[in-house]
């Protein structure tokens, strides 16, 4: 071969040794995901035995049958988070995307005062939320309901938004704000139909880390809800757990299941969001 | 020239600037109302609370009044001071090692080669998980009879016997602190990635004709260009680590024996299981005083810092 | 049909910049006046005040008999063709075209014939399905000149249309937007800091600085009786040559004393300016534009020494070094910076050697080498005299 050759063929095998070294990183780090799948399907037996066996060979979907699907309040708890987790969702970019947008390119007084607002409300504990919210929404009757976990979501979620949606914001010219403002629009009109088609990848992003924040909520799960009803499935899982912990086959069903929606959802908008934390990351 | 009457035309004129002006606050104005409304009222309430002596009883009339009482007792309270040190060293050990975890992944991940774009995508799928599943998992993993970790630290020969990590005291919060370390990294692996993407190549070729090596280039380009990413990473990761609950409420509930107690969870013991709430808003002020004051500093520093440089 | 009238308009911004300072000012229905002047002098913002994207701070702007001061944009049946086109990405070029048309509720059906019937005058019944990013810069161009055209609206707004694209491009869209404008007779307000625009496209021309009104009239009376310093500098290419002299009285005669000699003043120079002999003993701007210097005979005119002479095919610009200070006052300066930053500079150092160069131009039978010297003089007629304090033309 020539030197050429050779020297390209060396910098491919490295290239490919640099593939097997992230096949070997991934494993390891998402082997507890593997990991907490593989105990759902296992046999009984195979589960707390030592040595631990990575590979199931006896497959066992009893717990599944038997309990998960028949045992309906494990399905009332999933639907219970998809309603928390959209409603979130829904209501964060409606609220955040016209603020970000205003934030962003608007003359508005006092735009420090509110971007700052904005940034120290992801400081706050969500149990510091949970205790003031816990007081109110008994007092208003809002305790045990969907919107009251949608609104306690949303408080973290909207901030969040925010600041994601920002610099999206700032990336879209206001020339054609003002362009469409000429052109027969009013100022939310120009919003609506040009800003926002443009500014799509960053809503979806926004949408998506809203939806993970409303399903993946622990603390306002298991403060502002009381009935077994209205159990999302994270706090199902606690409960569950507690009273099932050496049953780790029906728990890392519970938690298989917990944790499938997400992560379709992340798997399908994945390519977004890595644009949308380069955009929306540190470009400040 | 058309005439209007002075008077007129001036009335019309103020009305209609004023409806110019509140047109653009209209954009704000809906996150604005709901945030005073969800979000400020509630934590002034907190306030309010903390000098309260609001119990299960005066939960719906609203307690008396005690100022300080609820934060001298909070203080007295022999859990205050190892709840805050636990505070402490887990932010910090969790931090320092996801930054650092993150940044080797990412520079690993910002070569090229097959499948890496892809790959770097799958660390996201930890993001997917709730945290509550996380939890579970590791109970499971770092079981002390079958967990899958005592089975691979004996088989590397680094202990000999098992251990029930998250069941002893002393290790229990190193514990804790693998598994945050774990939830922490697909951020600040995909922050720090973005941050060196964003570093010019002609940078490094410039260095390596001046003759700087690897770690030269290191030392002098990639860590001063990834100063905004690193900020933002550690500033961020700190916050969210300080205040994070659930994890810690999953794993070990605080235990054993109060080793792995941190703030959020002295706080809910008192507001949702002794019902002592005005102690426990007490606690979380404290702790939202604590974040604040540590983002200004870390802030104000970091400021210093550039304009010196 | 309208035009558009500057009431007495003013508009500060935060911090105490006041971008226009009480414009009074008709642009006349049908015509295409051509607002130019060094950046920051005000244009942009008083166009955009005509379209209502900026708030006046005071005074009323009236596009024909309505004041539309206080309007939305989309209340004043303007439109406008903006510097970077702001064509909406995601739409393709018949859309973008059609969306003011669809704002206004007209007919799919007419939208439609409209369309077709525009992109066919400006040559786009190609690309009706691209999307602006597939377009090459003086095709996007054409594209917002249709979304501006179509809506046939009483005013159309030009800001710097022509500045993004090359000089070639830039000539032949010149003729084409003259040529659109005087077909369809709709007033239009151009926005330039390029004055052979302004002066080939205008029927009549504005000329700002900092935020003012200094001369409007059309180009030729802009080039041939400039109000003040600052236009008489920023009309003309190459620029007016602008030096100090310092005027004597010498019996009956008025004597301008440059450098070491002394010229007197024609008669019918004083006759044309009889103010010029209240400025006995002070000193004045003398202006003589490149192309209105004469070559005369030794002794009867200003002396100097050939630097450099440019061959531009028909014609020669002979640079004459003269012992006289160039004039630096700040309007002079400020149009200096605005074509080369180092060129202020420049002219405060000849200012203090008290030489300064004289650009003249002269057809190609005109011989002249590097050394050579030479006599200039005005042509008849043609030299300028300014008021150094106020920049007044006298």
Redesign the interface.
């Known amino acids: 071969m020539s030197a050429h050759a050779e020297r390209r063929a060396s910098r491919s095998r490295r290239r490919w040794l640099l593939t097997l070294g992230s096949v070997l990183l991934i494993a390891v780090f998402l082997f507890p995901i593997y990991w907490m799948m593989a105990t759902a399907v296992k046999a009984p037996d195979q589960i707390v035995v030592y040595p631990p066996k990575l590979v199931p060979t006896h497959f066992d979907f009893s717990v599944w049958t038997d309990r998960i699907f028949k045992e309906s309040i494990f399905v009332r708890y999933l639907l219970n988070s998809v309603i928390v987790g959209v409603g979130t969702a829904v209501l964060s970019v409606v609220l955040a995307a016209p603020a970000a947008y205003g934030l962003a390119h608007l003359r508005i007084r006092g735009k420090g005062a509110l971007l700052l607002l904005n940034l120290s409300a992801l400081m706050f504990p969500a149990i510091m939320i949970a205790t003031p919210l816990f007081v109110i929404f008994n007092r208003l009757g809002l305790a045990n309901s969907y919107l009251g976990l949608i609104l306690a979501n949303s408080t973290l979620a909207v901030p969040f938004s925010i600041v994601l949606l920002r610099p999206f914001f700032l990336s879209i010219p206001y020339e054609l704000t003002e362009a469409a403002r000429i052109d027969g629009c009013t100022r939310f009109g120009a919003f609506a139909r040009i800003v926002v088609p443009l500014a799509r990848p960053g809503l979806f992003t926004a949408g998506v880390f809203a939806f993970l924040l409303g399903w993946g909520d622990l603390v306002f799960a298991l403060t502002l809800v009381q009935s077994d009803e209205m159990r999302p499935v994270t706090a199902g899982l606690w409960a569950f757990f507690g009273l099932n912990v050496t049953n780790w086959n029906g728990v890392m069903a519970l938690s298989t299941l917990a944790m499938l929606p997400p992560l379709v959802v992340v798997l399908f908008a994945q390519r977004h969001i890595v644009a949308g934390l380069t955009a929306g990351g540190v470009k400040e | 020239m058309l005439l209007h009457n002075n008077y007129d035309n001036r009335y019309h004129a103020v009305r209609r600037r004023l409806g110019r002006a509140l047109g653009n606050y209209l954009f704000v104005l809906p996150a604005t109302l709901f945030l005073l409304a969800c979000l400020l009222y509630p934590l002034i309430l907190n306030v309010m609370i903390s000098f309260q002596d609001l119990t299960a009883g005066t939960l719906l009339s609203g307690g008396p009044w005690v100022g300080f009482d609820n934060y001298r007792a909070v203080f007295d309270d022999p859990g205050f001071m190892p709840a805050l040190m636990h505070s402490i060293v887990f932010t910090g050990f969790s931090v320092g090692f996801q930054v650092s975890i993150g940044l080797s992944l990412a520079l690993f991940y910002n070569r090229q080669f097959p499948g890496n774009r892809a790959m770097r995508g799958l660390f996201l799928v930890a993001y997917a998980v709730p945290v509550v599943a996380t939890g579970a998992v590791f109970r499971w993993l770092l079981d002390g009879q079958s967990g899958v970790i005592n089975w691979a630290l004996r088989s590397a020969g680094i202990i000999d016997t098992p251990h029930a990590w998250l069941s002893e005291p002393s290790t229990a919060l190193p514990a804790l602190i693998f598994v945050n370390i774990w939830l922490g990294i697909p951020f600040s692996l995909m922050v720090l990635l973005a941050g060196l993407q964003g570093i010019p190549r002609s940078l490094y070729e410039a260095a390596r004709i001046d003759g700087a090596g690897p770690l030269a280039q290191f030392r002098y380009i990639t860590l001063p260009q990834l100063r905004p990413a690193l900020l933002a990473v550690v500033l961020l990761g700190t916050i969210f680590t300080f205040k994070v609950f659930d994890l810690v409420w999953i794993t070990t509930q605080g235990g054993p024996a109060n080793a792995t107690q941190v703030l959020p969870t002295f706080a809910y013991k008192f507001v949702f299981q002794q019902l002592l709430i005005g102690k426990g808003a007490a606690v979380l002020n404290l702790m939202f005083v604590m974040l604040l004051a540590f983002s200004l500093v870390y802030l104000w520093a970091a400021r210093r810092e550039e304009a010196n440089v | 049909m309208a035009g558009v009238t500057f009431d007495r308009v003013t508009k500060d911004f935060d911090g105490g910049v006041r971008a226009v300072a009480e414009l009074e000012l008709e642009v006349r229905d049908g015509e295409l006046m051509v607002f130019v002047g060094p950046s920051g002098c005000g244009k942009t913002t008083a166009l955009r005040m005509v379209?209502?994207?900026e708030?006046a701070s005071d005074g009323d702007i009236r596009i024909g008999?309505?004041?539309v001061?206080?309007?939305?944009?989309?209340e004043r049946d303007?439109?406008?063709v903006?510097q970077?086109y702001?064509?909406?990405?995601?739409m393709t070029v018949f859309d973008n075209i059609a969306?003011?048309l669809k704002?206004?509720g007209v007919k799919r059906v007419e939208i439609d014939e409209r369309v077709r019937r525009i992109s066919g005058i400006l040559g786009l019944d190609d690309f009706l399905s691209r999307k602006p990013r597939q377009l090459s810069g003086g095709q996007r161009q054409r594209v917002a000149m249709g979304?501006a055209i179509i809506?046939e609206p009483h005013v159309f707004l030009m800001d710097e249309p022509l500045s993004n694209l090359d000089a070639r491009l830039r000539g032949q869209m010149r003729a084409e937007i003259s040529r659109i404008q005087r077909e369809l007779e709709t007033t239009t307000m151009y926005v330039t800091h390029d004055q052979v625009e302004a002066m080939t496209m205008g029927h009549r021309v504005a000329v700002m600085r900092k935020g003012q009104l200094q001369q409007v009239d059309v180009p030729q009376v802009l080039f041939d009786s400039p109000a003040n310093l600052f236009v008489a500098s920023f009309i003309g290419s190459p620029s007016m040559n602008l030096i100090q002299a310092p005027l004597e009285r010498d019996g009956d005669e008025l004597v301008a004393r440059i450098g070491e000699q002394r010229l007197p003043l024609p008669p019918e120079a004083i006759a044309r300016n009889p103010r010029v002999a209240d400025f006995a003993g002070r000193v004045v701007a003398l202006g003589i534009r490149p192309e209105h210097f004469e070559l005369v005979g030794a002794g009867e005119g200003l002396r100097g020494t050939v630097v450099l002479t440019e061959a531009l095919g028909s014609e020669r610009l002979i640079h004459v070094e003269v012992e006289a200070s160039p004039v630096v006052t700040d309007e002079v300066l400020e149009v200096a910076v605005d074509t080369d930053v180092a060129a202020a500079e420049g002219l405060k150092w000849e200012a203090s050697q008290r030489r300064t160069v004289v650009v003249t131009r002269f057809g190609v039978e005109v011989a002249a080498n590097v050394g050579d010297s030479v006599e200039l003089r005005a042509a008849p007629g043609k030299a300028y005299f300014f008021d150094l304090e106020t920049g007044r033309a006298i």
């Open positions: 379209a209502g994207l708030d008999e309505r004041v001061t206080q309007l939305d944009p989309r303007i439109a406008m903006f970077n702001a064509l909406y990405p995601h969306f003011g704002m206004h979304r809506r």
